[in-house]
């Protein structure tokens, strides 16, 4: 099971820190993910960290400004989110899965979700 939180309502220019907590056992084969869907778009992949030994990667849109970082010991993988613009206003899931490198940014290779956090960021 994963659950989200820290989301919420940030100006632009403002910073977040979204958390997802795991429980369960988690597996070192396992990648976790960041995804945003946006209302009436798709689901999009956002950040990935492995669980093993915390290689991350990024979408370009939030290259620079993201930053994705696991606590092993307390099952926690976190989201900070920094210089936040109003396009990246949307829910914010956790996913896990393991799943191999050429498809993590792709939705339906996940098998656990969390219920998701609201981001929205104001003008």
């Known amino acids: 099971q994963l659950v989200e939180s820290g989301g919420g309502l940030v100006q632009t220019g403002g910073s977040l820190r979204l958390s997802c907590a795991a429980s369960?056992?988690?597996?070192?084969?396992?990648?976790m993910t960041w995804f945003r869907q946006a209302p009436g778009k798709e689901r999009d992949f956002v950040a990935a960290?492995?669980?093993?030994?915390?290689?991350?990667y990024y979408a370009d849109s939030v290259k620079g400004r993201f930053s994705i970082s696991r606590e092993t010991a307390k099952n926690m993988v976190f989201l900070q989110m920094n210089n936040l613009k109003q396009d990246d206003t949307a829910v914010y899931y956790c996913?896990?899965?393991?799943?191999?490198?050429?498809?993590?940014?792709?939705?339906?290779?996940?098998?656990?979700w969390g219920q998701g956090t609201q981001v929205t960021v104001s003008s």
């Open positions: 369960g056992r988690m597996f070192n084969s396992y990648t």
């Open positions: 960290i492995t669980w093993f030994d915390g290689d991350t």
């Open positions: 996913a896990a899965a393991a799943v191999i490198a050429s498809r993590r940014e792709l939705p339906s290779m996940y098998d656990y």
